[in-house]
């Protein structure tokens, strides 16, 4: 099987990044789907040891970030890659419409509280930069309760700076942030769009505001362009993963995975003398409790 390089899909500085250069159906040499998956199982069972330990030593947190355009995957992300990691050090958030009250407040207030604690794995399922997104594409602040001098032209070039400046914060604080951009193409989601209507099981997966979505196309293939060049760093890089074959896509998100948590390099905690001590004498005493 061929190696897989994740630098080839990173990106950590400004203007580096080219959306409509990258390949979609990209495999980086592999093609056979069996071996892909057989891999895949071996890297959960990786990530689940060094979950494990992360999760014993109760330091730092890993904040794992998931854009991409409905279809892309990130469900299947979330079910298939994270499968072997134990739920208890797991929290898995989804962002939706803010609500009234999150509304209220300022965008990252609703994000703050959802942020993983030490020791934990967070997945973010979208996040914070549906402000830089969705938000951009259809001028949503514009339309919320904004005061006018936060509304200029240089309110996205001022949000970049802010996601930039979070996630430095995040990152000082013991909070390891490693964001996924799964890119498929316009093509690819409309195959899955199709699939899910014409797949009875999948209907509930689809909305007519999709299609609706789908018609901003370009729009959001230019702001994703920007969001990954104004906000990579190399403490908290951008990976653009190619998702039109999911079985590479999931597979990749695994290696990424992996590496971080490596990185990481998390250990059980070491067990002092007096502690050893006191552990010997419980056993010596469960010991003469079998016997009795």
């Known amino acids: 099987m061929p190696s897989l390089d994740i630098r080839d899909y990173r990106f950590t500085k400004k203007g580096s990044f080219h959306i409509r250069e990258f390949d979609t159906a990209g495999t980086n040499g592999f093609h056979d789907k069996k071996e892909a998956r057989s891999r895949l199982t071996e890297n959960v069972a990786k990530m689940a040891g060094l979950q494990d330990r992360f999760y014993a030593q109760d330091r730092e947190a890993l904040l794992l970030i998931l854009q991409a355009m409905d279809s892309a995957g990130k469900d299947g992300a ?68 904004l005061p006018a001098r936060c509304l200029d032209d240089k ?24 964001k996924l951009f799964l890119h498929i193409s316009r093509e690819e989601q409309r195959r899955r769009f199709l699939d899910r209507i014409d797949d009875e099981t999948k209907n509930w997966k689809f909305s007519a505001a999709d299609i609706a979505e789908r018609a901003h196309w370009d729009k959001y293939m230019d702001a994703y362009e920007q969001a ?3 906000t990579a760093s190399p403490s908290a890089p951008w990976y653009v993963v190619p998702a039109d074959k999911k079985w590479f896509a999931r597979l990749l998100i695994s290696e990424i995975v992996i590496h971080h948590l490596r990185k990481l390099d998390p250990q059980y905690p070491v067990v002092g003398e007096e502690q050893k001590k006191s552990l010997q004498e419980c056993r010596r005493q469960l010991a003469e409790d079998g016997q009795s």
């Open 155 to 178: 309110l996205w070039a001022r949000r970049y700076r802010q996601l930039r400046n979070y996630e430095e914060y995040l990152t000082e604080n013991g909070i390891t942030v490693v």
């Open 228 to 230: 990954v060049n104004a």
């Open 78 to 145: 979330v079910k298939h890659v994270m499968s072997g990691l134990n739920p208890q050090g797991v929290k898995v958030v989804s962002f939706k419409q803010p609500s009234a009250e999150e509304l209220d407040h300022d965008y990252l207030w609703r994000v703050h509280k959802a942020l993983p604690g030490r020791g934990e794995i967070g997945i973010f399922n979208r996040s914070y930069y549906e402000e830089v997104l969705v938000s951009k594409v259809h001028n949503l602040p514009f339309s919320q309760k």
